[in-house]
Nanobody, 124 residues
């Protein structure tokens, strides 16, 4: 079974950067996995941030964070990253990654294998 584990969260000052990692086990990225990053802030709905798919090579970054966040993958480490720059207090949330095979990011984000999340707190 596919499992994903997030790491890299923490406390950072506004304007700072963090790189979150989503380590995948039970499958390799090149098995056609799609990986997406979401976040859920206090009292807010879950929000999709970025997606990449090895199934068809598609990817996207949500308009709300485009220009500050980027997604990338490392096949050798079987890990997908979310690079976050120019962080703002409004970025404070639990960040989660999710995986699913054979999904195009242009159709819908993956929905099946969720991690537990990593907390990101941005102080002003």
């Amino acid at each position: 079974e596919v499992q994903v584990v997030e790491s890299g969260g923490g406390l950072v000052q506004a304007g700072g950067s963090l790189r979150l990692s989503c380590a995948v086990s039970g499958a390799t990225l090149d098995d056609g996995l799609a990986i997406a990053w979401f976040r859920q802030g206090p009292g807010r709905n879950r929000e999709g941030l970025a997606c990449m798919s090895r199934s068809d090579g598609t990817s996207y970054v949500a308009n709300a964070v485009r220009g500050r966040f980027s997604i990338s993958g490392d096949n050798a480490k079987n890990t997908v990253y979310l690079q976050m720059n120019s962080l703002e207090p409004e970025d404070t949330a639990v960040y989660l990654c999710v995986a699913e095979p054979e999904v195009s990011c242009l159709v819908r984000p993956p929905q099946v294998y969720w991690g537990q999340g990593t907390q990101v707190t941005v102080s002003s």
